[in-house]
């Protein structure tokens, strides 16, 4: 199942679990299932815009893109922890009120049972991008599965509260865990956007995938060849490394990008996905990067 047949899915998930949500909240009037319903509209917003970026990733270079487009899913997951941030404020908002004019509960029984129902649906599905996010490196895929955990876990919390509120008659708790829903939900739209803008100003590639790099080129490394210069980044599912390699001047160019293309086949296999540029430079010879005079 590709990545897109799964923000399909999500958009259709997001769909049925809004209906569920809204007419929890009709039944009873908790603003904590309003604001498990508000989410949900959040949650398709998002899911609809990440499936419109992972389709302007997955197109090839051209002429104005040369590397490609896969940095448009960084759009997708910022775009979405901005969301999520508003969704957040509105619940909150919405639960000060409830707080100064408390109401009572009706139909809590059915309204929670649809509200269960809804986040048994996300679970299962946040539950199964997640594990393809990992296994593509989707940031966009990713940014959506944490989403709907988000919903998730903001749901469990509701009807924990809720099923207080039924035992205890205490009215003022339903607006106050919506409160404390909204703020948790803040803090997971302000890590969805932090994580974007780091990939959008070139992160270095995760700690695993760098140490994958470096043993295959110790594979390499002996008296005659070694590297320097090694820098990464990432790119949405890509990853590109760059690098010197050091070998004999005495070396025909023909048996220097042999050796080369060895390494980049190497480094490929190790790490699918990955794009290597070696610079190839004669023992003796250093590149002087970062000079100081250099206007750059």
Avoid: C
């Avoid at 025909?252 to 996905?273: D, I, K």
């Amino acid at each position: 199942m590709q990545v897109s047949s799964y923000l399909k899915l999500s958009v259709a998930v997001a769909l049925v679990t809004i209906a569920l949500k809204t007419g929890a909240w009709w039944l009873t009037s908790s603003v904590s299932l309003l604001s498990d319903a508000l989410e949900s509209l959040v949650n398709l917003a998002g899911a609809t815009f990440a499936l419109a970026m992972v389709t302007v990733a997955a197109q090839p270079p051209d002429d104005d893109h040369p590397y490609g487009h896969h940095k448009a899913e960084y759009f997708s997951s910022g775009f979405e922890g901005v969301l999520i941030l508003v969704a957040a404020l509105a619940i909150v908002v919405a639960a000060g009120m409830r707080l100064a004019h408390p109401q009572p509960l009706d139909a809590l029984g059915l309204g929670l049972v649809l509200s269960v129902v809804s986040s048994v649906l996300n679970g299962a599905l946040a539950w199964a991008m997640l594990r393809k996010a990992r296994e593509h490196r989707s940031m966009a895929l990713e940014g959506d599965a944490r989403h709907l955990f988000t919903d998730v876990w903001t749901s469990a919390g509701v009807v924990a509260g809720l099923l207080a509120v039924q035992f205890t008659g205490w009215l003022w708790l339903d607006p106050v865990i919506a409160i404390v829903m909204g703020l948790n939900i803040a803090r997971e739209g302000g890590m969805l956007v932090w994580r974007s803008a780091a990939g959008l100003m070139d992160q270095a590639v995760e700690p695993e995938v760098l140490a994958e790099i470096e043993t295959t080129l110790d594979g390499f490394t002996h008296h005659t060849i070694r590297f320097d210069h090694v820098t990464t980044r990432r790119a949405g599912t890509r990853r590109f490394v760059d690098m010197h390699m050091h070998m004999p001047g005495g070396w025909t160019l023909g048996r220097a990008a042999a050796v080369r293309t060895s390494v980049e086949q190497a480094l490929m296999s190790a790490v699918p996905g990955l794009r290597a540029t070696i610079q190839l430079l004669p023992m003796g010879v250093e590149a002087h990067l970062g000079d100081e005079k250099d206007p750059l």
